[in-house]
């Protein structure tokens, strides 16, 4: 026996000592509300097991928990479940004023009367009778209101939102939350899925705190609970790629299901479309980096479109890329690459539905097509991306994501969804027939294909290839 508590006290200490050297701080002791403050409204918080529960209150304000402590640049993470009846969230960088005060900023005045609570929160939003699942979106509580997703629950960016909600949400279960605010960039995801992604500057620093939404005179929510857990803080001094290195998955990706497509060293796992082999010229790999470097001086032949060696149906795949000025390249997805030589397939083994990568301003081909159906994000020469994308500046990075559930197919890029089609839809056979894939036999019907990266002569650059396997309903 003595053995055994021995072994559970070194194990303990061994795990405590790991969690201090990767700089992680629990911001709940599992045993009281020591370091938290009550402010706002009279809702109650206690500790449950290793648990804060929130308990709404009739006819009283929004009530936070707050940290004693100011954090300015961090990554948060931490689990909840709520009832669905109630509202909550999880502020970050906010502050309340002792006396009232007045703020300036952008040309507007903002007026906080003492002891109101107001900043960024990352909400806790499972309001199913308005179709509106808007978990882990940013709201400027007391201040702006929502800031993503920015244009209601009618608007497009709204829409998509909640139905990416309606998807990765566990209703009356465990959700994961992890929050990035670095300078004024804010990030976060649920259970895995990245959400939000913004700019804004407008409080730099200040406490964490718990919400527990204010629901009125409503007695069918009297006494509705909201939980945490496993609420951990790590302060930053540098970007958050200091806390995942390029092409690595967080622990939280992994329980998501996400695995790297390319492991940021080698080829493993991708060859020529062409060919079994990886391409000797053209592509290289240079510090965590995947490289087409373009047409070469000497007018040697380009090194070609390469594809993963697997195939894939429905998916969801985030990666990185950055781009020359007037670069042209895409990545390409259910490419029926087939080297079968008794195949009587007449397909070529690098078409496919393309996510364009292109210089808008610099490239011809941004004014062919139809509709600007060649510019970045759109799929290629079918459907334009929406005329409100915001791409990084040529020269830095951008993050494509595609999401493939059966026949249903977005495009988003920078955290924003910029495309959605069905495959199956007329709209969809529509836009073929006007194509130059319309001759192509069963474009864009195909069950599942290669993940292609294009070789257009132009240099472009990958990293942080991820893909985890989705259900196609």
């Not at 929510?221 to 496993?230: A, I, K, L, M, P």
């Not at 092409?247 to 695995?259: D, I, Y």
């Amino acid at each position: 026996m003595r053995q055994a508590i021995l072994l559970t006290l070194t194990t303990l200490t061994l795990a405590s000592a790991a969690n201090a050297d990767e700089g992680w701080s629990n911001l709940f002791n599992g045993k009281s509300l020591t370091g938290w403050i009550h402010r706002g409204g009279q809702a109650s918080y206690a500790v449950e097991g290793d648990t804060i529960v929130g308990t709404s209150k009739l006819n009283t304000a929004n009530t936070f928990l707050c940290t004693e402590k100011n954090y300015g640049d961090f990554v948060l993470e931490y689990d909840f479940k709520v009832d669905p009846r109630l509202n909550s969230g999880v502020q970050i960088r906010s502050e309340c004023f002792d006396a009232a005060k007045e703020v300036e900023w952008k040309g507007r005045t903002f007026k906080f009367p003492a002891g109101r609570v107001h900043g960024y929160q990352v909400e806790i939003d499972p309001d199913v009778p308005r179709k509106r699942l808007w978990s882990a979106g940013i709201y400027d509580e007391s201040r702006r209101g929502w800031l993503f997703p920015s244009n209601g629950v009618d608007g497009k960016q709204g829409k998509a939102f909640s139905e990416q909600g309606l998807r990765i949400f566990k209703p009356q279960d465990w959700n994961h939350v992890r929050v990035e605010a670095v300078g004024d960039s804010i990030k976060t995801w649920l259970n895995g899925t990245p959400c939000a992604d913004i700019k804004d500057g407008m409080t730099p620093r200040g406490f964490i705190a718990l919400q527990v939404h204010g629901i009125g005179a409503d007695k069918t929510r009297e006494g509705t609970q909201v939980r945490w857990r496993n609420i951990r803080l790590k302060e930053m001094t540098a970007p958050p790629t200091a806390v995942a290195p390029l092409n690595t998955l967080t622990e939280s990706e992994k329980a998501a299901g996400w695995r790297l497509l390319w492991d940021g060293k080698t080829t493993e796992g991708w060859r020529s479309a062409r060919a079994d082999t990886f391409p000797t010229k053209g592509w290289k790999i240079s510090d965590g980096l995947l490289i087409e470097h373009g047409s070469s001086d000497d007018g040697d032949k380009d090194g070609g479109d390469i594809v993963t060696r697997e195939r894939f149906s429905s998916f969801e795949l985030l990666a990185d890329f950055k781009i020359t000025p007037g670069a042209n390249s895409g990545i390409k997805y259910f490419v029926q690459s087939n080297r079968d030589p008794n195949s009587q397939s007449d397909v070529r083994p690098t078409v496919g539905c393309e996510f364009q990568i292109l210089d808008d301003e610099r490239h011809p081909d941004a004014k062919l097509g139809r509709d600007g159906n060649r510019k970045l994000g759109a799929l290629y020469d079918l459907l334009p991306a929406s005329s409100d994308k915001k791409p990084i500046a040529i020269g830095k990075w951008n993050t494509a994501r595609i999401i493939v559930r059966g026949n249903h197919v977005e495009h988003w890029l920078n955290g924003q969804q910029v495309l959605a089609y069905d495959r199956d839809s007329t709209a969809f056979r529509a836009s073929l027939d006007q194509s130059k894939f319309k001759d192509v036999a069963g474009f864009g019907t195909w069950p599942d294909g290669h993940i292609l990266l294009q070789d257009h002569g132009n240099q472009v650059s990958y990293r942080n290839l991820k893909l985890r396997a989705l259900t196609a309903n």
